[in-house]
């Protein structure tokens, strides 16, 4: 049977308290099933939820997923805001990556789950490049950019290639040492490995 429109309206909405209580649930069990085993009947099981009250918020299971991702990274660092403009590469760099952040102990069980099934959903693989991936490296292409403006960086670096080291490096120490890139880690690459790069496409 069809629900009507009127039924519709009358189910609860998952909003405020609840939502974070759903997403937590659903980080919970993608680091305990894994992505595939994760649906959303055993979503509602475990958080005491109809299947019916997820759907009305998430059309799919890559929209939770994704919803449940970006909340794991809000709880830690806030939604994520404007480019920092601090005059210098470094101060840039530092104000966006090195903060005082708790470590996000569930990122690598949560990234485990996730990554390997990009390849095998479409849908999930263009939310997480659209809604993770693409806003972090357009600030960082932006930073970068600046720096370049400055002469921080040379007219002719490869600035895509620049912006991608942080983010391997960061996902090699999640999905291989199985542990989180927490502050002193992430000052280490931007001091030892991202900045030299920057400074040897000047003596090019």
């Known amino acids: 049977m069809t629900a009507t429109t009127t039924d519709r309206a009358s189910r609860p909405r998952v909003e405020g308290e609840r939502e974070q209580e759903v997403l937590d649930g659903a980080l919970d069990l993608l680091i305990e099933v894994g992505y595939d085993r994760l649906t959303f009947d055993t979503l509602a099981a475990h958080v005491r939820a109809s299947k019916a009250t997820l759907y009305r918020k998430w059309d799919s299971k890559p929209e939770l997923v994704m919803a449940a991702v970006e909340h794991l990274f809000h709880k830690a660092t806030g939604p ?16 966006m990556f090195c903060t005082s952040a708790p470590m996000l102990e569930q990122l ?16 999930l693989k263009d939310l997480f490049v659209d809604r993770f991936i693409r806003p972090k490296t357009d600030i960082l292409l932006l930073v970068l950019g600046r720096a370049q403006a400055r002469g921080e960086v040379s007219p002719d670096a490869d600035l895509p290639t620049l912006a991608s080291i ?3 490096m960061n996902f090699h120490r999640v999905l291989v040492e199985d542990t989180c890139p927490d502050e002193d880690y992430v000052r280490n690459v931007i001091h030892e490995v991202l900045l030299p790069a920057c400074r040897a496409t000047l003596s090019g």
Request: charged share 20%.
């Open 166 to 168: 942080l983010p391997a």
């Open 108 to 123: 690598p069980g949560v990234l485990a789950a996730t990554l390997p099934a990009l390849h095998r959903d479409p849908e």
């Open 80 to 95: 994520q805001g404007e480019s920092p403009d601090t005059g210098t590469l470094v101060g840039d760099l530092e104000a």
